[in-house]
């Protein structure tokens, strides 16, 4: 009487271990990059809600958006990523910025971010 066996191998685990090893040690390494860049994302739509803020001096909108960085624990984006441009009903704000990190030995990764919010007359838009 002969029984079949079923299963995975001792073989056949360990190379699924290691597939999901690899992307467990991606996800270590990407996951806090895009929590920041939805950090960024928050502080920008909370300084667009701001009542007024159109008519704000740039360098006024500039520190609100600090405060709202150093609350969320931003810190790849300077103040040089951050353009405040004229626009007829405001002002315009970008935040365009690079992230770069270690990955494998000599192997890196590189994370570009843009982003674009209308400051209105109104806020809260």
Known sequence: MQTK????TLIGFIIVMAVVGFFA???MRLVPVYAE?????SAMKGVAAEPGIANMEPNRVRDLLDRRFNIGYV????RE???ITRDSSGYRLNVKY????P??????FVASF????????GGGG
């Not at 860049?37 to 994302?41: I, L």
């Not at 810190?75 to 300077?78: D, I």
């Not at 990955?103 to 890196?108: E, G, I, M």
């Open 114 to 121: 843009d982003r674009t919010v209308d400051l209105t007359r």
């Open 98 to 101: 690079e992230v770069r990190g």
């Open 5 to 8: 066996q079923r299963g995975i």
């Open 103 to 108: 990955l494998f030995y000599n192997l890196d």
């Open 81 to 83: 990523h951050i353009k």
């Open 25 to 27: 040690y991606l996800a």
């Open 37 to 41: 860049y939805y950090n960024v994302v």
């Open 75 to 78: 810190e790849s984006v300077k």
